[in-house]
C-alpha cells in the first residue's frame, strides 16, 4: 500500500543529503623527511565512498593548483568541491618543501627526485586509509603529478588505480621542446635552450653564468639535478608495467600536453581508459586554443572547472576503474 507523502519525503531527504555542504579536515602525515600537510573534502552523509590523492604539477603548487608564477585559476580546489559533489572524498596537499608542508623539504633539497614524491604519495594513501578506513586510495596525478602517480603505485598496495589528468605521454626532455617551440616569442633563445636540453638529457649540468637571462628560471643550478632525474622516465613504459585500473583524462586545448601524449599513455598496455574533453585546457577550465585567451584563464578563479571533468573521474573511480 502507498503511504501519502512517502515518495516526497524520501525525496525530499535525498535532496538535501545532496545539498549539504561538504565537510572539510585538515589532515596531516608524517612523511619520509618531515610533516606533509593538506586538506580532506567528504561529500556529506555518504559512505564508504571512493577516495582520491591530487597530486599537483610541476613548480611551486599549492593543494588548490594555484602557484606564484602567475597560475590563479584553483583547479584543484575546484575539483575537489565538484567531486565531493558527485560523491567523491578528496584530499588536496601541499608537495614537501610548499605552503603548510615547507618544513618537510629535507636538508639537501637539491638531492630531491622524483622518487621522493613519489614516497611522499605512498605516506599519504596509507595515512588516508588509516582515517577513512577505505580499503585504497585513487591516487589523481596531474600534469607532473601524474609521473608521480605512476612512481608511487610500483610499490604500494594501497593504491586503487590511476586517473592521469594532463599527464606527458613522453620524457620531460621531449615535452619542454615541444612547449619551447610552440612559443614564437621563444625564437631568440631557442637555439640556446635546445642545446641546454641536451646536455641535461645526457646527465650534464649546464652554466647559466652566460645564460640569457630569460632562460635561467628554466635551467637554475639548484633544479637542474631533479631535471635530470626526470628525464630518465618514460611515462609509456611505466603505464605498460601497472597493472591496475588507469584512466587518462585530456583536454583538447591544453596547451601545454598533447593530445598525442595522451595517446601514447592510452596506447601503453590494453585496457587503459581514454576520455578526451572537447574546449578543455591545461588548467581544466573551458578554452579556446588561442594562446592568449588560453593563458587568462590560468589567472581568473572565478571560471568553474570545465563540464565533463569531474564526471568522468567520478564514474571511473566509482566504477572500481572498469572499462566500459
Same mark, same amino acid.
Given at each position: 500500500?502507498?503511504? #501519502? ?44 565512498? #571512493? ?51 615547507? !618544513? ?64 606527458? !605521454? ?108 572537447? !574546449? ?45
Amino acid at each position: 500500500m502507498r503511504i #501519502p507523502g512517502l515518495a516526497a519525503a524520501i525525496a525530499l531527504t535525498a535532496a538535501m543529503t545532496a545539498s549539504a555542504a561538504p565537510v572539510e579536515t585538515f589532515i596531516q602525515v608524517q612523511g619520509p623527511s618531515g610533516v606533509l600537510k593538506g586538506t580532506m573534502l567528504a561529500p556529506a552523509g555518504v559512505e564508504r565512498a #571512493p577516495v582520491v590523492l591530487i597530486i599537483p604539477g610541476s613548480g611551486p603548487t599549492d593543494r588548490d593548483g594555484n602557484n606564484p608564477l602567475g597560475v590563479k585559476a584553483a583547479p584543484y580546489r575546484l575539483l575537489a568541491e565538484a567531486l565531493a559533489a558527485e560523491g567523491v572524498v578528496t584530499v588536496r596537499i601541499d608537495k614537501r618543501g610548499l605552503g603548510a608542508s615547507a !618544513g618537510a623539504l629535507g636538508s639537501d633539497p637539491g638531492k630531491l627526485r622524483l622518487t621522493d614524491f613519489g614516497a611522499d604519495a605512498q605516506a599519504w594513501a596509507a595515512e588516508i586509509r588509516k582515517q577513512t578506513g577505505a580499503r585504497c586510495v585513487w591516487l589523481l596525478g596531474h600534469s607532473e603529478g601524474g609521473l608521480v602517480a605512476l612512481v608511487a603505485a610500483r610499490t604500494s598496495s594501497d593504491i586503487c588505480g590511476l586517473v592521469l589528468v594532463s599527464t606527458p !605521454g613522453r620524457p620531460l626532455d621531449e615535452v619542454v621542446t615541444e612547449q619551447l617551440r610552440a612559443n614564437p616569442a621563444n625564437a631568440p633563445v631557442l637555439d640556446e635552450a635546445l642545446a641546454a636540453i641536451a646536455r641535461l638529457k645526457a646527465g650534464e649540468h649546464v652554466d647559466v653564468s652566460g645564460m640569457n637571462a630569460a632562460l635561467v628560471p628554466l635551467f637554475r643550478p639548484a633544479t637542474q639535478d631533479y631535471l635530470i632525474d626526470m628525464m630518465r622516465y618514460d611515462p609509456p613504459k611505466l603505464v605498460a608495467a601497472y597493472p591496475g585500473p588507469v584512466l587518462v583524462l585530456q583536454g583538447t586545448t591544453d596547451l601545454q600536453v598533447s593530445l598525442e601524449d595522451a595517446k601514447r599513455l592510452a596506447a601503453a598496455r590494453p585496457g587503459v581508459k581514454l576520455v578526451m574533453l572537447e !574546449g578543455v585546457n591545461h588548467v581544466l577550465k573551458t578554452a579556446p586554443l588561442d594562446r592568449g585567451a588560453n593563458l587568462a584563464t590560468y589567472a581568473d578563479p572565478s571560471l568553474p572547472l570545465a563540464p565533463g571533468v569531474a564526471d568522468a573521474i567520478a564514474a571511473f573511480v566509482e566504477a572500481g576503474g572498469a572499462v566500459k
